[in-house]
């Protein structure tokens, strides 16, 4: 017995730290997506305003979503007011994208990313990556073991080499 518990506890030491971590977020089309349904696959995690001068990006985050959702990768929108540049409601939100970039990709609810009402996956990044979302459009990489596969400010443009080097890899397995 205390061999098999020795065994299950270096099982556990060994797996990565982030990879028991599954958030939920509440879908602007109702219901919720669970990052646990998402497990082995890549996620791009960026934080999203319709009215700020890098809303243009809704179109190369769709881009990424045509070309590599197949494949696996997930890019999920995080509509947020933090940075006071967001619509009034998500029915306004959900509408704006759609009519104004095509969006499909999964969307939340308008969701604070930063401070003490910041959403559990932004407070976990704080905590462990040191990462804050510091305007609209910040982008996260979730590699397919739930570890942190790299940060990218505003200016980083989702098509970006930087971006889509690591996801390529990820999706060939590398």
Not at 31 to 37: I, L, N, R, V
Not at 126 to 139: L, M, Q, V
Not at 142 to 167: E, F, M, R
């Amino acid at each position: 017995m205390l061999r098999t518990l020795a065994l299950i506890a270096l099982i556990l030491a060994a797996a990565p730290a982030a990879a028991g971590n599954a958030f939920r977020f509440a879908s602007i089309d109702g219901g919720s997506f669970d990052t646990a349904d998402w497990a082995g696959r890549p996620v791009l995690v960026v934080n999203t305003a319709s009215l700020c001068g890098f809303t243009p990006q809704y179109d190369g985050l769709q881009a990424l979503h045509d070309r590599y959702a197949a494949d696996g990768l997930v890019v999920l929108a995080v509509p947020s007011d933090d940075f006071r540049q967001e619509l009034a409601t998500e029915a306004e939100v959900k509408a704006f994208c759609a009519l104004t970039f095509g969006l499909t990709l999964p969307t939340t609810t308008i969701t604070p990313v930063r401070g003490a009402d910041a959403h559990p996956f932004y407070r976990w990044l704080a905590e462990t990556e040191g990462f804050r979302p510091a305007w609209n459009f910040n982008k996260v990489l979730i590699a397919p073991d739930g570890s942190v596969a790299g940060t990218w400010g505003s200016l980083t443009k989702p098509q970006s080499p930087a971006i889509t080097g690591p996801i390529e890899a990820m999706l060939a397995g590398g």
